[in-house]
């Protein structure tokens, strides 16, 4: 699960757009099509939709969860398109599926502030959707927003009853950019004494998360019956185990895990994925993530997010690791092999015999 889609929207504008300040941030943009397959320059729509098609058709797993992401909407239910620097149509996801029939599984993505919320998450079920993506930093809302608890009640039975899993964004993002950098903390569940610190330091002030609100808008969703999978463990990306320099919402993410297993978030159950997670840094917190309630954890790609060949040799990739923070493009040795089967040879070779890679199919039954 948890691999993204995206189009330039140079041809089909309404199935999605990468804003041309996301396609001017060197080396980022950059490095998402290195490791999407996609020659810069010859990012088009057509290009990316068919480049898409070869990677999840050619990928040894069973299924793969294309996510769509919904732009931003301001709280009193104005469309606001262009402020967001990414955002995919899930009409898109669902022209890929209609491609690759059983290999694309249907993650939809509806903003809660839109006013028709209810009635396109129902839409979304209808055409076979397996989970909700949300993305609050990019999206522009804060979880303990009042709307926000009303929709993750939806949520709850929003599949004939059942509830609509909600892939959550915890913690740091870097993929995809806010417009606003105020909200950069909106996908945070705590907020440390280094966070102040460096807020006060920094040129632009992001806003203070109301991350009490936040977990209580959670809590009532779980006693709602609510299923919330937060992505990637809430795992800083640069700086394992160094609160210090980068945030850190593992702790959190692995707390809700924990009280999950011991029944103690009422009808419902809080998930993680493992996605983005073969990286140096995020090695280093491989021990600790073995020892997460196991029937909680879900594998997780994150495609086109760098995957690294750690069991080749870990030395390479801590220079691939430093060319790509320092944007020497020509330096990195992107896999051979599909990046989503390197994902997953790579952490059945950490997490060996773990049923995060059989979870997701679970769940959805």
Same mark, same amino acid.
């Given at each position: 699960m948890h691999? $993204?889609?995206?189009?330039? =929207?140079d041809r089909y504008p309404e199935w999605g757009q990468i804003s041309e300040r996301m396609r001017a941030m060197w080396p980022r943009y950059e490095i998402f099509l290195l490791?999407? =397959?996609i020659e810069k320059g010859r990012d088009t729509d057509d290009a990316m939709i068919e480049q898409t098609l070869r990677t999840i058709g050619s990928a040894s797993v069973d299924a793969v969860v294309c996510l769509a992401l919904d732009h931003v909407w301001r709280a009193d239910g104005t469309p606001v398109r262009e402020a967001s620097d990414f955002w995919v149509a899930n009409e898109y996801v669902l022209h890929l599926r209609d491609r690759l029939p059983g290999k694309v599984l249907f993650g939809a993505s509806v $903003? !809660?502030?839109r006013p028709d919320f209810e009635t396109r998450v129902l839409e979304c079920v209808e055409h076979g959707a397996v989970l909700l993506k949300w993305l609050p930093s990019a999206q522009q809302f804060s979880l303990a927003h009042p709307k926000i608890s009303r929709a993750l009640e939806f949520l709850s039975t929003a599949r004939n009853g059942a509830p609509l899993p909600l892939l959550l964004h915890v913690g740091v993002e870097y993929a995809v950019p806010t417009s606003d950098e105020r909200t950069r903390p909106y996908d945070y569940l705590s907020w440390g004494? +280094? &966070?102040?610190? +460096?807020?006060?330091?920094r040129r632009e002030r992001w806003r203070t998360p &109301?991350? &009490? =609100?936040? /977990?209580?808008t959670i809590d009532a969703a779980l006693e709602a019956g609510a299923v919330i999978i937060m992505a990637h463990a809430g795992l800083p990306y640069f700086a394992a185990h160094a609160t210090l320099l980068e945030h850190d919402d593992f702790p959190v993410v692995r707390q809700y895990l924990e009280r999950t297993a011991r029944g103690e978030t009422g /009808? =419902?159950?809080v998930f993680t994925d493992l996605s983005a997670c073969a990286t140096p840094f995020r090695k280093g917190y491989f021990d600790e993530l073995a020892e997460l309630p196991p029937d909680l954890v879900l594998f997780g790609s &994150?495609? !086109?997010? !760098?995957v690294f060949e750690l069991t080749a040799d870990l030395d390479e990739a801590w220079r691939d690791f /430093?060319?790509?923070l320092d944007g020497n493009l020509e330096r990195i040795a992107v896999p051979q092999d599909n990046p989503v089967d390197v994902n997953l040879r790579e952490l059945e070779h950490f997490f060996p015999g773990h049923p995060m890679f059989t979870n997701f199919d679970r769940l959805l039954t």
């Open positions: 691999f $993204h889609v995206g189009l330039r =929207g490791y999407a =397959g $903003h !809660p502030f004494f +280094w &966070d102040r610190f +460096w807020n006060r330091v &109301d991350v &009490d =609100g936040a /977990r209580r /009808r =419902g159950k &994150d495609f !086109p997010t !760098p /430093r060319a790509m």
